[in-house]
């Protein structure tokens, strides 16, 4: 071996002098990862960040998302102000010898106020106002190695791998069916809260589960957002306009996006040239050629027209409706004269659903007695009034539809490359949908309140449904702060799969909590991956990959468990609050640390990562 082989080069590190005998010059020089956990538990503690400057991370996080605690009367809030971390009464090598922990007192300032209110109108009037610096335990600090001395021993924190929050998209690769059929699913997965799950079955029915509860119809918890039947169907799928001409000709509107693949019904020419033949398939050729012509209707084979989805609601008045007196819809006078006809949703909401909200269930189901339904949105289109068995077609009559000279209708779009059948499936089978006959409850949105009762069962089997707790649970699942957090990692996963990447706005990242948004654009995303050909714009994720795995550092353990213990805490307080003669109380006599200061002892004690 030659003397330059083995001569040693010198590294400096900021503990020793190293040795490097590799052949292989160093371009990165090895970090200091003890600095990532003494760098996670100053964040955790902030101790020499004066209280008004610190960030909202760590234990003041964790005290301001507990704080402010309230009796069950409301007459009587504590809330914090600030905490404070004092002088250590030994030092490491003492506590070492004395079989001691070395940790700080934590104080933190109270303030309890007091109200006076009024028994009439509710009012509240500030009575009192008393703050006290109430003693929390002891938080053992960290010492330059990073490690903790608890009880004469030092030990060490091990930092946590865990799923990353955010949206995760899968499939089965085919082994949950005998078919091998793929079976798409999708999870949101918090950084603390309720997680959702949304899963295809063999059938094409789109379910969900609410922390792995027992699955529901999809559409059950859209109608808990606040979705009709006839939302869901426009907001999924794109839609052609079909128009009714002279002598028996259906034309539909030229949408490139939606005509690759398709067949012409009739031979196009533009300019004496023949940019289709008859039967030809429109590829992406074509589709350049008609745009450079400036096509904007094409013919179609009216036989086809029979089997496709009406995307509209169509009305017929069967007489002159007046708005009924004492609404206060800002439609006034005629809602619609004899044999007048409605066409599209936004049109019925806009001249029937005001008036709607305004009456009772008996004089708004007489309202809608006065119109006749021709087609819902989600009813198939037949071609004759008479079905195969010799049945009067009620709804969705093409015959009817000429019958009332209406000139154009609105189709759902299906096609095996987008949002195919399944949502329409999953709909069908939805028991929480309104009867096809039943006009006033798809209008007022009766299904709503009947969605979050199905969701509470499911949620407490046991317990008697009522619609306010059923409302009050479900916001608590995924909209309430103090119980629903996705972390700024989760929002921005969140936003980058279903907004960014999509071209959409994003919310912000200071977000914390779910939107209705969220959940309806990860069933977009979820229904288009099922279909989609395009596999950058649309792909599963690999959850085992370390891209969707984040390390939970020793700051962040602690203050999940600290979190812990002050609910616990919280609950004993409030009893106090509500037994006792509060206005001769001080927050000191209301708080008992000792459930915090017994999760962090078992914390650096005996936890399962502290070693």
């Known amino acids: 071996m030659s003397s330059s082989s083995t001569q040693a080069s010198k590294v400096k590190t900021n503990l020793r002098l190293r040795r490097n005998y590799a052949r292989i010059r160093e371009v990165v020089e ?16 902030q101790a020499n960040v004066e209280p008004e400057k610190r960030e909202d991370i760590g234990l003041q996080k964790v005290f301001k998302s507990v704080f402010p605690m309230k009796d069950y009367n409301n007459t009587a ?6 905490y404070a971390l004092g002088t250590p009464k030994y030092d490491v090598d003492e506590c070492r010898a004395r079989g001691m922990t070395w940790a700080a007192p934590l104080r933190v300032t109270i303030q309890l106020v007091l109200w006076d209110v009024d028994s009439e109108t509710g009012a509240r009037n500030l009575s009192a106002l008393k703050e006290d610096v109430v003693y929390f335990g002891e938080i053992p600090l960290m010492t330059e190695r990073g490690t903790f001395m608890v009880n004469g021993t030092e030990r060490v924190i091990v930092s946590q791998l865990h799923r990353s929050p955010g949206v995760f998209f899968d499939h089965d690769d085919g082994k949950g069916h005998i078919s091998g059929k793929l ?24 379910s969900v589960r609410i922390d792995r509860r027992r699955k529901l119809n999809a559409s059950v918890l859209l109608r808990a957002l606040g979705m009709s039947s006839d939302d869901i169907l426009t907001s999924y799928y794109k839609t052609d306009l079909v128009s009714f001409g002279k002598r028996g000709l259906v034309t539909k509107d030229f949408k490139p ?6 067949k012409s019904f009739r031979e196009i020419k533009a300019g004496g040239k023949v940019l289709v033949k008859q039967g030809g398939k429109f590829n992406r050729a074509v589709i350049r050629r008609l745009k450079e012509a400036a096509i904007d209707t094409l013919e179609i084979d009216p036989d086809s027209m029979a089997g496709m989805i009406s995307a509209d609601t169509i009305l017929q008045a069967k007489e002159d409706v ?11 006078g005629t809602l619609a004269s004899a044999g007048e006809v409605i066409i599209g949703w936004n049109a019925i909401h806009e001249r029937l659903s005001a008036a709607l909200q305004d009456l009772d269930e008996a004089e708004g189901r007489e309202l809608c007695s006065k ?6 949105a989600g009813d198939e289109l037949t071609g004759d009034k008479i079905n195969a068995k010799g049945e009067t077609v009620e709804h969705g009559s093409i015959s009817t539809l000429r019958d009332l000279k209406i000139t154009s209708v609105r189709v759902l779009y299906l096609d095996d490359h987008h949002i195919g059948e399944s949502l329409l499936k999953t709909l069908k089978t939805d028991k929480m949908a309104p009867p096809p006959e039943d006009l006033y409850a798809r209008l007022v949105g009766k299904p709503t309140s009947d969605s979050l009762i199905e969701i509470y069962r499911r949620l407490r089997p046991g317990d008697p449904p009522r619609a306010e707790t059923a409302s009050a649970t479900f916001k608590n699942l995924f909209f309430n702060p103090d119980r629903y957090d996705l972390s700024d990692i989760g929002r921005y996963k969140i936003n980058h799969k279903l907004y960014v990447s999509q071209g959409k706005e994003a919310p912000p990242l200071t977000q914390g909590i779910l939107s209705p948004d969220d959940i309806k654009e990860a069933v977009r995303y979820l229904l288009e991956l099922r279909n989609s050909n395009d596999p950058v714009r649309y792909a599963i994720d690999d959850i085992d990959h370390l891209g969707n795995r984040r390390v939970r550092a020793v700051g962040e353990l602690i203050e ?17 609050m509500g037994m006792q003669d509060i ?15 017994a999760v962090v002892k078992e914390f650096f004690g005996s936890w399962d990562l502290a070693v």
């Open 257 to 262: 996006d939606q005509l690759e693949g398709q």
């Open 183 to 206: 079976l798409y699913s999708a999870r949101v997965i918090p950084y603390r809260g309720s997680w959702l799950d949304f899963e295809f079955d063999v059938k094409d029915i789109l």
């Open 583 to 597: 206005d001769t109380l001080v927050p000191q006599d209301l708080i008992n640390y000792k459930p915090v200061a």
């Open 371 to 376: 119109f006749s339904v021709i087609v819902y």
């Open 30 to 45: 090895v970090p200091n990862l003890i600095a990532i956990q003494r760098r996670s538990y100053e964040r955790f503690l």
């Open 322 to 332: 007046r708005m009924p007196a004492g609404t206060k819809s800002t439609v006034k």
């Open 77 to 82: 809030n504590l809330e914090f102000v600030s």
């Open 560 to 576: 999940n468990q600290y979190r812990i213990g002050l609910v616990r805490m919280e609950r004993a307080v409030k009893e106090r």
